[in-house]
């Protein structure tokens, strides 16, 4: 049986090896991608000079919207927990892009769109789901399919590894289990292959096999079934079928508000949008129409921009100091359109949070969806992201994450060097048979 499975292991790894390689480097550098951009661009995330109070909204945003052209506006604003922080604004007319914003000053650092070209984490990030294809919407999408193969085929190698690593006595067990450094490159190579490919087999199946219900429909359909979550047919991440719905069966206003929450993630963390696939793929119009219906609403007031209305951002303003003084271990709170998303996960589900409906003209909260009363539908996706990325556990996982894809880098490296070592001295033995 083990002959069958030697004989798996070979032939799979050597068309899928590179992919397999290039998937783990990358999933490596985007564990610690935030980490990596606030040293080397520390303007994105930290603001030059700490004053006294950051600029209220009603004066901050008129001074961003200078700076930007007549047909977009700001629908929306994350404020940080610490305040040499940067803010981050969601706009109106500029798709998946974002601003970074000193809030002591109202300048405009930067402009922030996922997947953008020239950026090295984007070039990774498209790397790491698509091989660079490109992502065209209600088209085939080669490249992700290539991930999708490649990342099932790693699940069988990894499988039959295992099955081929385990050993007959306990002395083999004790070889196995270390890596030796003084007895030459080939037996290091060698020790690093059996022994930390078995040291990490469970943390890559685990990245492996949650990573599949981005590439393929039926595998996530048959993954949420796993946990008692139905899902409606549709592209990227499905939407479990009762994901409007609280336990008690009734419509909530957290699924109304789901474009504004959506919104709001893109704001907490927009290098890392690929996470959810749907939310990638929601249309700019209908984020704009939803934004012009309560836009509509009263408590707003004329900007002279494209004829729109913008809100009564003071209004804004007494909503974020409400919830962050009932909220005073907040990671992020975001303001959008008559709701607001208060984040405080650093570990489990990091993409938890609690939402908020507040009335547009006097801020007064008039609903609350607290993450912990959500059903388990609405919870499903973000755990699967934060066991994905290794964020479930704070520093220590993703640490080990860490360790375990670049070891993944490796094991397809070093199986096509014993591959040809092999057929090298193979075919020297031949040849000196035949002298």
């Not at 539908?377 to 973000?382: V, Y």
Request: hydrophobic share 35%; net charge positive.
């Amino acid at each position: 049986m083990k002959k069958i499975f030697s004989i798996l292991h070979l032939w799979l790894s050597i068309p899928f090896g590179v992919f397999i390689s290039v998937l783990c480097l990358t999933g490596a550098l985007l564990i610690f991608e935030t980490e990596i951009q606030q040293v080397t661009n520390p303007s994105r995330f930290y603001v030059k000079e700490v004053k006294e109070a950051p600029m209220p909204l009603a004066e901050l945003i008129p001074m961003v919207h200078k700076q930007l052209p007549d047909t977009v506006s700001v629908s929306g604003v994350t404020f940080p927990a610490k305040p040499n922080q940067t803010y981050r604004m969601s706009m109106t007319g500029m798709g998946r892009t974002s601003l970074v914003v000193d809030p002591y000053t109202g300048e405009v650092i930067e402009q922030v769109t996922p997947y953008a070209k020239g950026n090295f984490f984007s070039a990774v990030r498209r790397l790491h789901r698509w091989f660079l294809y490109p992502m065209q919407r209600d088209k085939t999408n080669w490249g992700k399919m290539l991930t999708g193969t490649a990342t099932l085929v790693f699940v069988v190698i990894l499988i039959t590894g295992i099955i081929l690593w385990i050993p007959k006595s306990v002395n083999m067990l004790k070889r196995r289990l270390k890596i030796k450094t003084g007895s030459g490159s080939f037996r290091f190579w060698y020790d690093l292959h059996l022994a930390g490919g078995i040291y990490t087999a469970i943390l890559l199946l685990t990245m492996a096999l949650t990573g599949l219900t981005w590439s393929f429909q039926w595998y996530r359909t048959g993954f949420y079934k796993v946990f008692g979550v139905e899902v409606t047919q549709g592209a990227g991440h499905a939407q479990p079928a009762n994901d409007n719905q609280t336990p008690s069966g009734r419509p909530s206003r957290a699924g109304e508000e789901r474009t504004g929450r959506s919104e709001g993630e893109r704001r907490e963390r927009p290098e890392r949008v690929a996470s959810e696939e749907g939310s990638e793929r929601r249309s700019e119009g209908q984020e704009n129409r939803s934004a012009e219906r309560q836009e509509g609403s009263g408590g707003e007031r004329r900007s002279g921009r494209g004829g729109g209305r913008d809100p009564d951002y003071g209004v804004w303003t007494r909503v974020y100091h409400q919830l962050a003084e009932q909220n005073p271990d907040y990671k992020t709170i975001s303001v959008q359109h008559g709701s607001a998303t208060v984040s405080a996960a650093t570990t489990g589900n990091t993409r938890a949070s609690d939402r908020y409906t507040f009335d547009s003209r006097t801020g007064e909260i008039t609903n609350v969806q607290l993450y912990t009363d959500n059903p388990k539908s609405s919870k499903i996706r973000g755990w699967i992201y934060a066991v994905h990325v290794g964020s479930w556990g704070g520093i220590i996982t993703r640490m080990l994450y860490f360790i375990a894809c670049l070891t993944g880098t490796c094991l397809p490296l070093t199986g096509y060097y014993f591959y040809l070592k092999k057929r090298h001295l193979k075919k020297k033995k031949t040849v000196k048979s035949g002298s």
